[in-house]
């Protein structure tokens, strides 16, 4: 039912900054989350914003670099990209979870890759 469609990933020098949104059908009454996976690796979840936006989540890994929010009159979420490292370099996935349903919806990813 909820589609998720991200944008806005691309290739950039390490050190540098790019922002990613996710498009969403519905988006209101969901947290939203940001999950990447590396070439050849599983899943990383990266972060995680609740329904109104006053709460936000990171992995260590990319903490203090990475600033997640929403735009709920949008439907769109962010994920803005700072100071980046080739290991972030990565398909990245937006991720809807319905607390109503336990349901889970995925977007199809867009690719970041972090040049040395």
């Known amino acids: 039912e909820v589609q998720l469609v991200e944008s806005g990933g691309g290739l950039v020098q390490s050190g540098g900054s790019l922002t990613l949104s996710c498009a969403a059908s519905?988006?209101?009454?969901?947290?939203m989350s940001w999950v990447r996976q590396a070439p050849g690796k599983g899943l990383e979840w990266v972060s995680t914003?609740?329904?109104?936006?006053?709460?936000?989540e990171y992995a260590h890994s990319v903490k203090g670099r990475f600033t997640i929010s929403r735009d709920n009159a949008k439907n769109t979420l962010y994920l803005q990209m700072n100071s980046l490292k080739p290991e972030d370099t990565a398909v990245y996935y937006c991720?809807?979870?319905?607390?109503?349903?336990?349901?889970?919806?995925w977007g199809q990813g867009t690719q970041v890759t972090v040049s040395s």
């Open positions: 991720h809807a979870y319905s607390p109503r349903t336990g349901t889970n919806y």
């Open positions: 519905e988006f209101t009454n969901y947290a």
């Open positions: 914003i609740n329904s109104l936006g006053t709460n936000t």
